[in-house]
Every structure is written in C-alpha cells, then in structure tokens.
C-alpha cells in the first residue's frame, strides 16, 4: 500500500497558473512577464490586440468557490494594474481529489478542476 503525498501550496498554485496559461495563449494573448511564484502579483503579464493585461492566479481547493473574488483584494490590485495602463483580470482555478472532494490533493491521485475562465475586474 502506497502513501499518498499531498500537493504543496506551491504545487496547487503550478497547477491553477497552467490552467490558466493554456487559456490565455488559447484565446491569443502574447507573454510578456509570467511569475510562478507564490503570492507574487501578477501571475501573467501579457498583450493582446495591443493592450495590457494583468492576470491574477489563485487556486482555490474545495469547498471554497473559484467564482468569488475577494472586492477588497481585487480593488487593490486593480489600482495596481491601472498603474500600468494594464486591464484587470483574475483566473481562479478550483481543484479537488477526484474521488473525494474533501480530502487533500495528492500527487499520485486524480483531481478535477473548476476553472471557469478569466474574469475582468
């Protein structure tokens, strides 16, 4: 009988920031800037149709919803992004053990995501 390894915050983060990196290059925008590391802000720093964008990366374990976004974080990134002339986006990516989800995630098992898709702010 095997352990099973639960996924470091570092791991789940790796896992949401692929996610969303395969959306935005699937939906076109060009990288400028792409920072992996844990709450380090923004995860993506990117160009589409000429324009700037700064995409926020969090992954969200069950219960919690990948659909809500903390108003208080979100306006004090915005201000951020608007610094920089950039838009706002957030991808929140919602994971959980496939065959539970109110067990850990871990490395040798199957999980599921919830990822529905950047959100402007």
Do not use: R
């Not at 791991?11 to 076109?28: C, I, R, S, W, Y």
């Not at 979100?74 to 610094?83: D, N, P, S, T, V």
């Not at 986006?89 to 990822?115: E, M, Q, T, W």
Request: with cysteine; hydrophobic share 40%.
């Amino acid at each position: 009988m095997s352990i099973s390894i639960p996924l470091t915050p570092q791991e789940l983060h790796n896992l949401a920031m692929n996610t969303v990196g395969k959306d935005l290059e699937k939906q076109g925008y060009e990288f400028l800037a792409v920072n992996s590391t844990l709450l380090k802000d923004p995860q993506f720093v990117a160009l589409k149709k000429g324009k700037l964008h700064f995409v926020f990366v969090k992954a969200i374990t069950y219960p919690d919803d990948p659909n809500y976004i903390d108003p208080i974080y979100a306006e004090a990134m915005k201000l951020h992004a608007e610094k920089f002339k950039a838009q706002c986006f957030f991808g929140y990516v919602g994971l959980a053990d496939a065959s539970d989800y109110n067990k850990p995630l871990c490395k040798d098992l199957d999980f599921v995501v919830n990822y529905p898709g950047i959100k402007k702010w």
